[in-house]
């Protein structure tokens, strides 16, 4: 494939600093220019070789770009879009990585509406509870899906080249409605989060906190892992998918409240059916029996 | 210390077989005798030295046994003392390792009555989603915790020999009362391991489950990896602590409620303000910050 000429990361983070790094391990970029919030981090991301330089306003950053990939979590997503309409170049491509799709394309359609041809909105699946560009490495998506979900307005050529980036990193693509991306995503992923964030906030307020915690062991290691992710970035999806989100959490408080039905008749028969039906399907999907 | 003599495994899974090879790993044990349901996996035990015979009656076993340990579910403890009672001598001393302790507690009131003085409790907090005598290994218990419920009719001689089994698998000792045990565990491990063979049980019916766990990553993996245990065990567990079990469900479930009401008001600051405390307290756990 063709490398790319000029990439701009915006959000030099876990995600963005991978794509970048992704591609440079590969060749396939000839300068990778940074863009963000917080120059430390643009500081922090050059110094580790994530970026090349790193620009402080869009005008210079969109000079010459060939693909712009917004990295940042998806609340800042509509005000970013905002910053970089008037600048954006017909010839450069963007694309995007937020852990949301609908919101994110209500704002392309509020704020690059000029610009829908050329914008392929994505979704890289390779979270982890590490941040910042220290976090980064090139082989993060490798082996990882990528979710594309292009919009009806996109050339194809700016499809086809989005999915070449993506692909360079190693990850394997996969097209989506918007709306099923975030249906499938609450389940599987937002949900989780929030549980196990409730877990631990719930665990943290109690009196006997300290005890609670001095007694939790692997296990409560294992499933609260996720609780010690991006708080800001896991508000903003949360809010941004509240209503697939919301219809989850419905259905399973339902799911918890027959296990309440059950645990207080005592019906072990009917627990243990539900405990070796979960385990299987979990070693089912292991063994990748259920592989997309 | 003085080394044991005879040692009885009841259940030579990953929990009885990884305290005989502690013991082994140390010299600390003249001879380990495993008994349990199924010869295969006693067979296998010895084949892989966690044992050095097994016994198929409770007579022959408890013959010159110093140190009896009762690793099986918790829903096999009545059983097992009931056929035990008869053939326990007064010098062979019984610990278990039960992840309940009331309910285990009931069981040796009303089937080791003449034995009070010989019986002690305990707990060791080394979970794993394996089973099995190949699942045993030396250190399973190295550094962990094992909880000790000592009932007030043990002899203190019996109290320390016990004490002395435990902390020789290289795991730390903490007293408890029964019912502080039965709710901490409930609260810390009883409940997590609901909430995710919850989980993985909902989307598992569902119509769309094959692409929902097509798209399943690495959160949903250590979030889901309690929901790999064993069955058996924790439907005992479940119905042995249930009402335990029940007041942290619903405290848990009155925490989701208020989560629900902050999504659907779309209230990103208290999402916000909630997640990181989550992150905060368990990043703090991690940092060894609640060591009991």
């Known amino acids: 494939m063709k490398p790319f000429g000029r990439v701009v990361i915006c959000g030099v983070g ?8 992704a591609l440079k391990a590969r060749g396939l970029v000839r300068e990778v220019v940074g863009i963000g919030r917080t ?35 998806v609340g800042q997503m509509l005000g970013v879009m905002q ?11 963007v694309t995007d990585a937020g852990s949301t799709k609908r919101d994110v394309i209500e704002a392309i359609y509020s704020n690059l509406k000029s610009h829908l041809e050329q914008v392929v909105p994505a979704h ?3 979270g982890a509870e590490k941040s910042g560009p220290d976090a980064a490495r090139a082989d993060l998506y490798a082996g990882r899906k990528v979710v594309i979900t292009p919009l009806s307005e996109n050339r194809p050529e ?7 980036a993506w692909a360079a990193t190693g990850a394997s693509l996969h097209d989506m409605s918007p709306q099923e991306h975030d249906r499938v995503f609450a389940a599987v992923s937002h949900l989780p989060h929030l549980l196990a964030f409730a877990l631990v906030h719930e665990i943290a307020g109690r009196a006997n906190a300290e005890q609670l915690f001095g007694f939790a062991a692997g296990g409560f290691r294992d499933f609260t892992r996720i609780a010690s992710s991006h708080p800001e ?11 697939a989100l919301l219809a989850e959490l419905d259905t399973y408080i339902t799911e918890l409240a027959w ?10 028969d009917s627990l243990l059916k539900l405990f070796s039906e979960a385990r299987d399907a979990r070693e089912a999907w292991l063994a990748g029996r ?3």
């Open 14 to 21: 876990l995600i963005g600093g991978s794509f970048a790094l």
């Open 39 to 73: 120059t430390a981090s643009l500081e922090r991301a050059r110094e580790l070789g994530v970026i090349d330089r790193f620009a402080t306003d869009w005008a210079t950053a969109l000079d010459g770009a060939e693909l712009v990939l917004l990295a940042m979590p």
């Open 83 to 93: 910053a970089m309409a008037p600048h954006l170049g017909p010839d450069t491509l």
């Open 124 to 126: 890289p699946i390779a």
């Open 158 to 164: 700016a499809v086809a080249r989005v999915r070449e």
């Open 233 to 243: 970035m896991w508000r903003d999806i949360s809010v941004a998918n509240r209503h």
């Open 259 to 268: 296990i309440r039905a059950l645990l207080s008749q005592g019906d072990g």
């Open 290 to 292: 259920f592989d997309a």
